[in-house]
């Protein structure tokens, strides 16, 4: 079957630095991308990896390993308005994307 | 930056009723038109891939006759709920690929709640 893993939720102060991991098992691969959703939101895209190596966009960067089969998103100096939902999604060819269930990001004051 | 347009927002709609959703890319031709389905705090299902002009792909599981898609035009796809019962009840997503910017990044419709009475 196809799967991404990624924890259920992650809690870290203001100013911190958090790591969210994802891991991927899927018949195919074209890139990993990242969505960022706000409780009641749509998801809105993050990044997107489709070479290892890592992309800086800001205060938010993203990894991938594709021999590792992962890749993780990295949130710096953490605010408020970063508490969120962030889902890693594999890109697997066939015009469909995979989704992971997502973690749940709580940043405490 | 590309932007996707959802319509209506929230719904309430009595059982048996049928109901639709229409997704639009405003400033791009989607090649691609996704439709999702997300319960509270769980993440996004697909429900069907849809492209402009042929039949919408649907995941297993879905049954098409009971939602309707159609991607009539490049920027613009439509799904009908079709006799809705409470257990349809949830939140509907769509989304849309094929930006020249970014063909790989999936922009977001806002969402339709879906409250089926």
């Known amino acids: 079957g196809q799967s991404l893993e990624q924890p259920s939720e992650v809690t870290a102060v203001e100013g911190a630095i958090v790591q969210i991991n994802c891991t991927y098992q899927?018949?195919?691969?074209?890139?990993l991308s990242w969505y960022q959703q706000h409780d009641g939101g749509a998801p809105t895209f993050l990044s997107y990896n489709a070479l290892d190596g890592l992309e800086e966009t800001g205060r938010f960067s993203s990894f991938l390993s594709r021999s590792d089969s992962y890749g993780y998103l990295l949130l710096q100096e953490l605010q408020m308005k970063d508490s969120a939902s962030y889902f890693c999604?594999?890109?697997?060819?066939?015009?469909?994307?995979?989704f992971g269930a997502g973690t749940r990001l709580f940043v405490k004051a | 930056g590309a932007v996707v347009s959802q319509h209506p927002s929230w719904v309430i709609c009595k059982s048996g009723t049928s109901v639709k959703i229409e997704c639009r890319s405003l400033?791009?031709?989607?090649?691609?038109m996704f439709w999702y389905r997300q319960f509270p705090k769980q993440s996004l299902m697909l429900m069907a891939t849809?492209?402009?002009?042929?039949?919408?792909?649907?995941e297993q599981g879905v049954e098409k006759d009971k939602f309707l898609i159609n991607h009539a035009s490049l920027t613009l796809s439509t799904l009908t709920v079709t006799s809705a019962h409470p257990e349809d009840s949830s939140f509907y997503i769509c989304s849309a690929s094929g930006s020249q910017e970014a063909k790989n990044i999936q922009y977001f419709g806002a969402g339709t709640r879906l409250s089926v009475l």
């Open positions: 849809s492209n402009e002009g042929s039949k919408a792909t649907y």
């Open positions: 899927t018949s195919g691969f074209y890139g």
């Open positions: 999604a594999v890109e697997n060819g066939g015009f469909k994307t995979i």
């Open positions: 400033d791009f031709q989607a090649t691609t």
